[in-house]
């Protein structure tokens, strides 16, 4: 996966080809961002960028500031190894089965990481999931990111650094990945082969993560639509406070297990809900259908015309309110009642 393959973040990845171009790659990097954004991937290019055996230099002539200055060929034996992940200097540290990294992993990493590469330029450590090595592991690792040896980077990837303790963030730069944009998901799912209209409503589903749109299947989005549209259409239907309040039933799954997935589910109806709304102002608004991310619903989306003006800005906003809420672990049934009383 070399720099010009991955999706979106092109500033960052221009920034990190820059610095290893010009050979002020820090020593040790926090990529943090969602999950699914492509931080693990982006990592896994500098260390290919690094080690490759045919790295592709750009003139400066068609150099754009968002254009990799250096990037990995991605097919030497370097390139392919470290992809394998079975590239001696490219070392990969993830939590065990228990969701952990264990001080013992990380001494055998600090003790490698004093040798020479044995075949790279750099020896390159990746902790995927940084925030789950145990605290005794921060602390070893902590002496390596302070006096780091020469050709060794360390790239700790995480979702949330700041449950790395205070002592290594200020070790380490840190890169901030956002949510990439729906655009940007879909042409990664048309790019893994779906269509381009089932791989938009997915992509509008995912909240900006790669990851995300590859684990929903195609019919938990149908169905995430469906549940969103019987809402909204029974929403536009009536103001009766009981009609609506049954509603809310149908976007809380109960018995789906636990209270995160609870709130999970209606996360997705929701999302669904807030694309559905987008749509209709956009229809009401006689925007071009082409940028419709539900296009095959156009005739259902019609019908809500209710939503088109002021209502639907309102009701778009609420639908952000409440995602907010379940952000904070606000109990999935109160979200949702206040919801539909919202619509
Ligand atoms: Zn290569």
């Known amino acids: 996966m070399p720099f010009r393959n991955v999706i979106g973040h092109r500033k960052l990845v221009a920034l990190l080809s820059r610095s290893i171009a010009r050979e002020t790659l820090p020593p040790s990097l926090i990529l943090s961002g969602p999950a699914g954004v492509g931080k693990r991937l982006a990592a896994l290019s500098v260390a290919q960028t690094l080690n490759c055996l045919a790295p592709i230099r750009r003139p400066r002539s068609d150099r754009g500031d968002e254009v990799p200055e250096v990037d990995a060929c991605g097919t030497c034996a370097a390139c392919t190894r470290i992809a394998r992940g079975v590239h001696p200097d490219v070392l990969f540290l993830e939590p065990n089965d228990k969701g952990n990294i264990k001080i013992e992993f990380v001494r055998e990493v600090i003790d490698r990481s004093g040798y020479r590469p044995f075949e790279g330029r750099r020896r390159v450590t990746i902790i995927d999931q940084a925030d789950a090595l145990e605290r005794s592991a921060q602390n070893a690792l902590l002496k390596v990111l ?198």
């Not at 549209?229 to 009981?242: F, G």
Request: charged share 25%.
């Open 146 to 343: 302070e006096e780091p040896p020469s050709a060794s980077s360390f790239l700790l990837v995480t979702p949330s650094p700041d449950l790395l303790l205070p002592t290594v963030r200020s070790r380490c730069p840190q890169l901030r990945f956002r949510p990439l944009a729906v655009a940007e998901v879909a042409q990664a799912l048309i790019a893994r082969g779906q269509s381009e209209s089932e791989a938009r409503a997915v992509a509008a589903l995912a909240d900006g993560s790669i990851g995300r749109a590859l684990d929903a299947s195609a019919e938990t989005i149908v169905e995430a639509r469906d549940v969103a549209l019987r809402v909204l259409v029974q929403a536009a239907a009536s103001d009766d406070v009981r009609r609506r309040m049954d509603c809310a039933k149908e976007l809380v799954v109960k018995g789906a297990g636990a209270a995160s997935s609870e709130r999970d589910q209606l996360a997705v109806y929701l999302r669904a809900m807030s694309i559905l709304l987008r749509d209709i102002g956009a229809l009401a608004a006689s925007a071009d259908r082409s940028l419709l991310a539900n296009p095959d619903l156009t005739q259902a989306l019609e019908r809500l015309s209710a939503f088109g003006g002021e209502r639907g800005r309102l009701a778009f906003l609420a639908v952000d309110r409440a995602l907010a809420a379940l952000d904070r672990y606000t109990n999935a049934k109160l979200v949702a009642d206040w919801l539909v009383l919202q619509l």
